[in-house]
């Protein structure tokens, strides 16, 4: 056959394989709001970038009339690209084909641009739109989504792994996800669950709708297995490619530098913390008056919202922000702020991003369903990622800092690199008016009139401990700052600790309080 008809039967190849599911399936992801597979990958990835593999892959299983059928791609397209110029390797599950349910070829052809992935210390991207395990392929299925777990596990902290949830994902394709470091859904769009509805009917007898049970706002608000909600595909593609600005290609590498900025001068950082220290702020404004250009990059800014995770610039370096919020519940830790917090902790200490900790808290929150939660495991888990990080770790204390919460937001005693603290702050082991009650509880009860004593022994603690300087004293902390002085001392305490190296005992690896 001349070279030329053998290149006429290439491109029919390719557009039989282009088609998808056909033109049916794909009017109705069309008319479910959805881009299809391919599309999906096109806006995420500079313009012309995207090349594709194992386009004429097949599946190769024979029961249930499976050898009667073919899918094209098997379900799932593979690739590489950039995003502003960096390089990525991503696949992107195709609803319509087989419903984008997993079967051995398509699980192996995720696992070859993941070992590529790995291999190429690049970022991988997985746009997942899954029915779950191939039902008609049995334990193939499931050997897939194992093979697909275990890598994602050993990628971890090598590469950063994002995953999109564009379609109903069940089953084995929500756990890949959870493996990942950011998972990003879109309203409407997006549903994630173990079991669906008709399942939960079948065995617990509850009705429960796709979108109750898990969209994008359950996974974004309640459960914490979403980092970032977008309203639409595009809007969420646009945050896929700014969180690529901000963190590496890789763990032996550093996020690209950009052009340093000074903050917008709107954010006045003297102004924003009120003078009465039980009135509350928005603490990322505190962030926006340090950060270059005042872009603050926020993550699961929807749940846990009584604390703040983040990326941000200073010299144009990325930096990742963990802040108390005192807008929500004072700023307290509890079961659900430690995991995020010490989650985030965790990615920023893999990927050579440092850490800057603003605090403002009363401690952990107190009470019978945060003990029953876990409050003392869950806690555990930031004491042990500030810990263990050994990325660069500043810590500013901007009011409030008591008890078991001046510990755990990277105290000095967890080897923060530098700890300021402005003139407002309070350290001591509880708040003022808990500390009085308790330690001259006999003398305000036998008082003649005890709210008068009460208020004295008040004011006898705070004059003592509800400032800087005890701690100041003992060279708990480095310096007491003026607001206005933060954002440089800040940037010199970055730039003197960018060769930080520090190293502790051998061993396999700790075990977290996960
Ligand atoms: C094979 C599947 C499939 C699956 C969907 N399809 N899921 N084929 N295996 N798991 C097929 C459908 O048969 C259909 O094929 C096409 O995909 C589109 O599906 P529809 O049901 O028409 O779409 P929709 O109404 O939008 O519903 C989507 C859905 C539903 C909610 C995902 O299909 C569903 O509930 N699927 C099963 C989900 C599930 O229970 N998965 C768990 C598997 S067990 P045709 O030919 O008609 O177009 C699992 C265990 C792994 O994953 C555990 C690892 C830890």
């Given amino acids: 056959m001349p070279l030329k008809r053998k290149i006429r039967e290439l491109q029919e190849k390719r557009e039989q394989v282009l088609k998808g599911g056909g033109d049916k399936a794909i009017e ?16 995420l990835l500079d313009e012309d970038s995207f090349n594709e593999y194992d386009l004429f892959v097949e599946h190769e299983a024979r029961d249930f009339d499976m050898d009667k059928k073919t899918l094209h791609g098997d379900g799932v397209i593979i690739g590489t690209g950039t995003i502003y110029g960096a390089p990525i390797c991503v696949f992107a599950q195709d609803f319509t084909v087989a419903g984008g349910s997993l079967g051995l070829m398509h699980s192996r052809k995720i696992t070859k641009i993941m070992d590529h992935a790995l291999k190429m210390r690049v970022p991988l991207v997985g746009i997942n739109d899954s029915g779950g395990a191939r039902i008609q ?78 969209g994008a706002k359950v996974h974004s608000e309640i459960s914490g297995n979403a980092h970032f909600y977008a309203t639409s595909e595009q809007e969420c593609f646009d945050q896929i490619k700014k969180l690529i600005t901000f963190i590496p290609w890789n763990n032996r590498q550093k996020a690209k530098a950009f052009e340093p900025k000074e903050p917008n001068p709107k954010f006045k950082i003297d102004k924003i ?98 003990e029953h939660a876990g409050v003392i495991r869950h806690g555990a888990k930031v004491l042990y990622a500030y810990s263990e990080a050994t990325v660069p770790k500043i810590t500013v204390i901007i009011r409030k800092a008591y008890g078991g919460g001046y510990i755990a937001m990277n105290s000095r005693h967890l080897r923060a690199d530098f700890v300021f603290a402005w003139p407002g702050a309070e350290i001591a082991v509880m708040g003022p008016e808990g500390a009085a009650n308790i330690i001259f509880r006999r003398e305000i009860n036998e008082a003649e009139d005890p709210e008068k004593v009460r208020y004295q022994k008040v004011k006898e603690y705070k004059d003592k401990f509800a400032n800087p300087y005890v701690a100041a004293a003992k060279g708990y902390i480095d310096s007491v700052i003026e607001p206005g002085e933060t954002r440089t001392l800040l940037l010199h305490a970055i730039e003197v600790s960018d060769n930080k190296a520090v190293s502790g005992p051998r061993k396999k690896h700790g075990i977290p309080p996960f």
């Fill in 273 to 370: 913390v009120p003078g009465d220290p039980t009135l509350p702020y928005d603490v990322r404004n505190v962030i926006r008056a340090i950060v270059d250009d005042s872009d603050f990059f926020e993550i699961q800014e929807l749940w846990a919202t009584n604390i703040v995770i983040g990326f941000g610039r200073m010299a144009g370096r990325t930096i990742g922000f963990v802040a108390n919020q005192p807008l929500v519940l004072a700023g307290v830790l509890d079961v659900d702020s430690s995991d995020k917090a010490a989650r985030f902790i965790r990615f920023c200490d893999a990927f050579n991003i440092p850490i800057v900790t603003l605090v403002d808290l009363p401690g952990y929150l107190p009470g019978v369903d945060q």
């Fill in 137 to 214: 392929e049995g334990v193939n299925s499931l050997a897939g989504y194992g093979e697909i777990f275990f890598r994602n596990t050993l990628n971890s902290g090598v590469i950063p792994q994002i995953s999109v949830i564009l379609g109903p994902c069940a089953g084995g394709a929500v756990y890949s996800p959870a493996l990942t470091d950011f998972v990003f859904v879109v309203d409407k769009i997006s549903k994630m669950f173990i079991t669906g509805p008709e399942v939960i009917k079948t065995v617990l007898g509850e009705e429960i709708s796709m979108e109750d049970l898990g």
């Fill in 28 to 43: 109705k992801q069309v008319a479910m709001g959805k881009l299809t597979a391919r599309e999906r990958i096109i806006s």
